[in-house]
Structures are given as structure tokens and as C-alpha cells.
């Protein structure tokens, strides 16, 4: 079993949807939770951390939910400009944290069509 | 901003030749990893360094040596490669204790090895 598991997809939605994506992750220890976008042929860029008690940030929602070990991901009013790949990423305990490696998902696509 | 600068964007080189990719940060940041991306296999860690002269495997290191000489120049050396290293490598770094666990990645070096 994959340490952090995605659906791959590609998800396809209409401009304007509300689109949804979760990972799972195996090591309960797990500290910290990440979600980064990546864009086509572009490195990944920090969308947001993603927090115990779920946290916003305009149109982007996550959420954490410790007992099922999984994260998750909502995109309200999808814009065009939203298609990307969004890789799900785990840290492990590492004590401070300052050291030790992130553990990244395969990524799901998303594609928003006009 | 932090910014993570790979030299070389795109490099064809022949089986068994030595490759280097260098990576340089200018944050001083303490942690810098090497990455490899694949379609199907997303982000999957070679080496990783936290400090000068240190260094520790990643989930899949061979094949592959690294050097951190200077706190800001984290170098990925191919010592004879093979086709099955062709991929797309991302150097990344992360500091203190502010965002202790955010990465930043450099813009990726595409090879491919004939």
C-alpha cells in the first residue's frame, strides 16, 4: 500500500462546480498535511497546509480528518485557471520537523472546461 | 521569496555518461532534497541533505550520489547513466522553523538519457 494515495482522475468540470478530492495516508503518526498545485510542465507550489480543525482560504476548503487518515480538498466556483494537478503531501513525525522528508501522493488532475 | 534555481532546464545525454545537476538556494535554509517525477509514479525522493558534508538516502538513491559542499549548492550526480534515469528531477528546499515543513522547488531539469 501507497504511503499517501490519490485518485489519479482527471476530474472534468464545468467553470463555476464545486469539485472535491481526498487522500489517504497509512502512518497514523503522520504530522503535518499539505496540499500543492502543480501546473503543466511547472514545478509544485504550496497551495495551503492544511490544518486539524479545517481551515479556508477563498475558494479552497481543507480539511483533515485524523480517525480515517485521510485529507481532503473543495474547490468552490471552479475557474479555468484552477486546472492543474493537486498533490496531497504527508510529513511524518519527525520531532521538530525541521528535518526528515515529505511524503507526496501521485497527484489528481483537474481540468475545468469553459 | 525563496528561490531554488536548477541550472540546466533540459540535458540529453548517452547511456554511461556522468551527469551533474546542480541546484543552488539563496535562503539559507538548512534542508535540501533531490526528486524524481514520473507519470504514474508522481514525486519519489533520491537524497536529501539538512546540513553541509550530510546527506541521507531517499526511497530510491541508487544509481545516484549527491554533494553539499556549501549550505546553498546541493548537487545530484548520475555517476553513469542509464536510460531508465530518464525522467524530470526537482530540487527543493526547506528552512527554520518558520514553515519549517514547506518546501520550495526549483524549476525542474528534464533528462533524458539515450
Known amino acids: 500500500r501507497k504511503e499517501v494515495e490519490q485518485d489519479p482522475g482527471p476530474f472534468n468540470v464545468p467553470e463555476g462546480a464545486t469539485v472535491a478530492f481526498n487522500c489517504t495516508y497509512s502512518n497514523s503518526a503522520s504530522q503535518s498535511f499539505f496540499w500543492y498545485r502543480q501546473d503543466c510542465r511547472k514545478e509544485p507550489k504550496l497551495l495551503m497546509s492544511v490544518y486539524s480543525s479545517g481551515n479556508e482560504d477563498g475558494r479552497f476548503t481543507a480539511q483533515l480528518n485524523r480517525a480515517s487518515q485521510y485529507i481532503s480538498l473543495l474547490i468552490r466556483d471552479s475557474k479555468l485557471s484552477d486546472s492543474a494537478t493537486y498533490l496531497c503531501?504527508?510529513?511524518?513525525?519527525?520531532?521538530?520537523?525541521?528535518?526528515?522528508?515529505?511524503?507526496f501522493g501521485q497527484g489528481t488532475t483537474l481540468q475545468v472546461k469553459p | 521569496d525563496v528561490k531554488v534555481t536548477q541550472s540546466s532546464r533540459y540535458l540529453v545525454k548517452r547511456t554511461g555518461e556522468k551527469v551533474f545537476l546542480e541546484c543552488v538556494q539563496d535562503m539559507d535554509h538548512e534542508n535540501m532534497f533531490w526528486y524524481r517525477q514520473d507519470p504514474g509514479l508522481g514525486l519519489r525522493l533520491i537524497y536529501f541533505s539538512y546540513d553541509v558534508k550530510m546527506k541521507e538516502k531517499g526511497d530510491i538513491p541508487e544509481g545516484y550520489s549527491v554533494s553539499r559542499e556549501k549550505k546553498e549548492r546541493f548537487s545530484l550526480i548520475l555517476e553513469s547513466a542509464s536510460t531508465n534515469q530518464t525522467s524530470m528531477y526537482l530540487c527543493a528546499s526547506k528552512g527554520g522553523s518558520s514553515g519549517a515543513n514547506v518546501l520550495t522547488f526549483g524549476a525542474g531539469s528534464r533528462l533524458t538519457v539515450l
Open positions: 503531501v504527508v510529513a511524518p513525525s519527525h520531532g521538530s520537523g525541521n528535518t526528515g522528508k515529505l511524503i
